[in-house]
């Protein structure tokens, strides 16, 4: 029992975590190569990486217009807290988000594709920007991060202070330890007396029980004296 309790937990854990880091804003160090449009077919499961997730209207296909950002990414380790030197590649999906699901309200995808078009440079003179974005990079799905501003930089080497995750996950341990507060008091008010009282009678059947056995025992004692005699 205690094994499936461990791997309960471990599995919502888990999937809160994914769940996090999909939808919370990350920035990336980039320089804009360049940027396109194509049309994409919204009618698998992988549309569940794009804005508008709905794969059908009236029974057709869904396929649409999606603009995207073409860039140099600067290489991070440690989950992106430490800068390398060294680049990859990393393609953003610019699409508004609407009033839905993750809820940043986006509406300005125009705005921003035109910002990036002025921020397009080469190697030999590049122009840095930083990109906030959320969602995850997958080739294999064709899963892009949705970009959700852009803004140029003086170089590759600025220091990016995630200042609302902080203060998101700041308030979800407060709000965390609120809760199992008042979980804690809930139980000892409510639960733990019941439990008590539960036991309290299992108790008692329990003796019951073992006294109609003691008298049955001695009932079946009595009648084996009584043959004898």
Known sequence: MHRIKVIFRVTVFTIFALILHYALP??????VVNTYQERQDLDDWTRIFWADSSGTQNGVPVTRDVQFIQTV?????LLGFIPRDATEIMVYRNEDTGWSWPFYFKFDTANLQTEANDLVS?????????VTHYGWRNEYVSAFP???SIRPVASPDVTIIPWFNIVFFIVLMVALAFVRAM???????????LLDAAEHEIDEMQAGVAKSQ????????????????
């Open 214 to 229: 003691g008298r049955i025992k001695r009932w079946f004692a009595g009648l084996s004296g009584k043959d004898q005699g």
């Open 73 to 77: 990414k600067q290489r991070t380790m």
């Open 183 to 193: 979980w804690r008091q809930f139980r000892e008010r409510s639960v733990d007396p």
């Open 122 to 130: 080469t190697a030999e003179a590049p122009k840095w920007a930083v």
């Open 26 to 31: 990350q920035h990336d160090i980039v320089r």
């Open 146 to 148: 949705n970009a959700v």
